[in-house]
């Protein structure tokens, strides 16, 4: 009768089983020597019938010992076999791999070592098994037991040895989603597991890793957040790797994907990841160059925040965010791909996220966005149009900005976007474009006080300089001549405006053209503005003095009589002296003494200075306008005026129509501010 554990002796398999390892190891050597005999005999009955009884009673024995002697014996059997083991495989390796996960630590030590032995003769020949043991292997790493990790580290450096040898065979496909999974894994020996065998397949040059990039960037990404330093060290190393490998050759690179998972992981709050993350955004633009355009409202979501770090530790991903942020800006800009970059680029998506920076707390990603809308306005003009309504409320916000470069970038947009509607007719006044954002800006002056007192004449001179100044200055007017319920605000904008137009260099031209109203064109821009500017009685001396129409300002220097003279009103025209006495009115002064048009112009021009005088208190301003007076000749008065040589007089302008214009508005005036002094009155309780 055959033994019960056959073709084991009895006294083989009771020392298989025992509690003392060297009982087990001299019956492991038995087996071995068993196994090779029947394998030089070609006997494969008996061997399957001994690996049988191996992984029937004793692997699954519920005696630790028992299971113990399964393992020494597989490995036994597997080194007996040698080379042939491969025709055992499957037969040898999956108690072995079961017992892998055991209660007993002892026994999931012995397992990795009888694994070890039995992949060490099997070679190639296990890879089938791969995926299996690789999911073992990546449990026992973060096992509790140092000699399983021992163990089990050493069966890993076997089977990567074998792998890289045996790449041809190795299903890679069918090894990622594997690797993958355990990448989201928060366990610190997991992830150094799963690193080293990314790198090492990335090492071999007949893979090719760079394929699957997609599928595994994104946990390394993730693996880049643990606090292992020697983890973040390998994580880099590896991402370091596969950039350049792109950089060698980026045929195999899904971008799509790719840039996506970058995106991403470029808005972590992470320092490390976000700089690896823009780093390697920059060498894609560089690598890819029009073809990233169709992520650009994605890449802007990512640069864009990053463009306000001031702080040492965040510098190298401020510079890296700039240098995306100006290649970006050049491939717009490519004139021989400028069909190809519209049909890329999703200007919708563009616009929603830079209108969402334009709020920024940053002025750095403010000044960015605008430059970027500009840009934009400037090498698609027909293709922004629809974005340009979207945009004026934003941009009108930016002007009250604290930045004095961010409120005139602001206004180069703006600047921009009202050109790119202009109809380039430079005789046409009716510019609806400019009325619209000139009545928005003046709207705007009404609603916050600050901007108008801070920010006013800034954005006026820059919008001169932008724009057609005339247009500018033509569209106030008439915007402001309709005015008549807030009245005081009118006369604050028409101060304003007379003082940059008298004073500011960017409006020189426009000066140079109300000093002759001989001109039609330059009588009607003036008759436009006065229409308005007599909501200020000073500033419309002012215009007339500046268009030298000395006949009428000595005429309304009479109707001054009516006007209530206020501190307000007494400063304008203190101020008003100190400009003749400046530069802007030289010509003024010297028509004081000159002898042209018959002395016409002098003698109103005097008459006219006199009555200023005669308005001021006895200041400063009074001296220095009465010692002016004091050095003008008499010889011009001892005859009369004839009216017909003055300047006004050749213009041809109604100046009878404009002083009744002037009359009715400071009545107007006048009217609305008894009706303010009786609403401020607060009246008694009538109970």
């Not at 002892?106 to 039995?118: D, G, K, M, P, Q």
């Not at 109103?604 to 200041?619: C, D, E, N, R």
Request: hydrophobic share 40%.
């Amino acid at each position: 009768m055959e033994p019960p554990y056959a073709p084991l002796s009895e006294s083989c398999a009771k020392a298989l089983g025992d509690k003392v390892y060297d009982k087990r190891k001299v019956a492991s050597q038995e087996i071995e020597k068993m196994v090779i005999e029947f394998n030089n005999k070609n006997n494969a009955g008996q061997i399957r019938k001994l690996i049988e009884v191996l992984a029937n009673d004793y692997a699954t024995s519920r005696d630790a010992n028992r299971r113990k002697g399964a393992l020494i014996g597989l490995a036994a059997t597997g080194l007996g076999l040698g080379k042939d083991s491969d025709k055992y495989v499957n037969e040898l390796v999956t108690p072995i791999m079961n017992l892998l996960s055991d209660p007993d630590l002892r026994v999931r030590y012995f397992a990795c070592e009888s694994l070890y032995n039995v992949v060490k003769v099997a070679r190639s020949a296990i890879i089938p098994f791969f995926p299996e043991m690789f999911a073992a292997l990546s449990r026992l790493v973060t096992d509790s037991d140092q000699m399983v990790k021992d163990g089990s580290e050493l069966l890993d450096r076997l089977l990567k040895d074998i792998v890289t040898e045996s790449y041809e065979t190795f299903n890679l496909e069918a090894f990622i989603p594997l690797l993958r999974e355990r990448m989201y894994v928060k366990n610190a020996f997991t992830r150094q597991y799963v690193i080293s065998w990314i790198s090492i397949l990335n090492a071999v040059p007949d893979i090719n890793m760079v394929n699957y990039l997609t599928e595994i960037l994104d946990g390394l990404f993730v693996m880049l957040e643990d606090n292992t330093p020697e983890i973040q060290r390998m994580c880099e190393n590896t991402i370091s790797q596969f950039l350049k490998s792109i950089r060698n050759d980026s045929s195999s690179v899904r971008m799509e994907d790719t840039i996506n998972t970058l995106i991403t992981h470029a808005q972590s709050l992470n320092e490390l990841i976000k700089s690896i993350a823009i780093s390697w955004i920059r060498e894609f633009v560089q690598i890819f160059g029009p073809n990233v355009l169709p992520y650009a409202s994605g890449i802007f979501t990512a640069i864009l925040p990053c463009l306000e770090y001031n702080v040492e530790s965040k510098r190298s991903i401020k510079e890296c965010a700039v240098s995306v942020n100006n290649s970006m800006m050049q491939l717009v800009s490519s004139k021989e791909l400028k069909t190809q970059n519209v049909a890329k680029i999703d200007l919708r998506s563009i616009m929603e996220v830079l209108s969402q920076y334009l709020t920024h707390n940053s002025m750095h990603t403010k000044i960015a966005v605008l430059k970027w809308i500009h840009h934009l306005f400037t090498n698609f003009p027909n293709e922004m149009s629809a974005h340009a309504s979207n945009l004026n409320n934003n941009l009108l916000l930016t002007l009250a900005d604290n930045s004095d470069e961010v409120v005139l970038q602001s206004l180069c947009v703006l600047a921009e976007i009202i050109n790119s509607q202009d109809t380039k007719d430079l005789d046409d006044f009716n510019k609806t474009h400019y009325r619209k954002f000139l009545l928005s800006l003046l709207t705007l002056f009404s609603e916050e006080k600050l901007i108008l007192e801070n920010r006013a004449s800034l954005i006026i001179r820059q919008l001169c300089v932008l724009l057609n100044a005339e247009y500018i200055y033509r569209t106030f007017a008439e915007i402001i001549g309709e005015e008549t319920l807030n009245l005081k605000f009118t006369s604050t904008v028409v101060r304003l405006l007379n003082i940059i137009l008298l004073t500011s260099t960017e409006l020189f031209e426009l000066r140079t053209s109300l000093r002759d109203i001989s001109n039609e064109k330059s009588a009607d821009l003036f008759q436009c503005l006065y229409k308005s500017w007599v909501h200020c009685p000073v500033s419309t001396l002012s215009l007339c003095l500046l268009a030298q129409s000395y006949q009428h300002v000595s005429e309304l220097v009479i109707l001054f009589a009516d006007v209530e003279i206020t501190l307000e009103l007494l400063g304008e025209l203190d101020k008003l002296v100190q400009l003749i006495e400046s530069p802007i009115f030289a010509a003024l002064r010297l028509t004081l003494v000159s002898k042209s048009n018959n002395c016409a112009d002098a003698q109103y021009l005097a008459h006219a200075l006199f009555g200023i005088l005669m308005l001021l208190p006895q200041t400063v301003a009074f001296d220095t306008l009465r010692n002016r007076l004091q050095c003008v000749p008499n010889y011009w008065g001892q005859n009369p005026i004839d009216d017909r040589s003055s300047l006004e007089y050749k213009s041809g302008i109604d100046f009878v129509a404009l002083r009744a214009h002037f009359i009715k508005r400071q009545k107007a005036h006048r009217e609305q501010r008894i009706i303010q002094r009786k609403r401020s009155v607060i009246l008694p309780d009538s109970n």
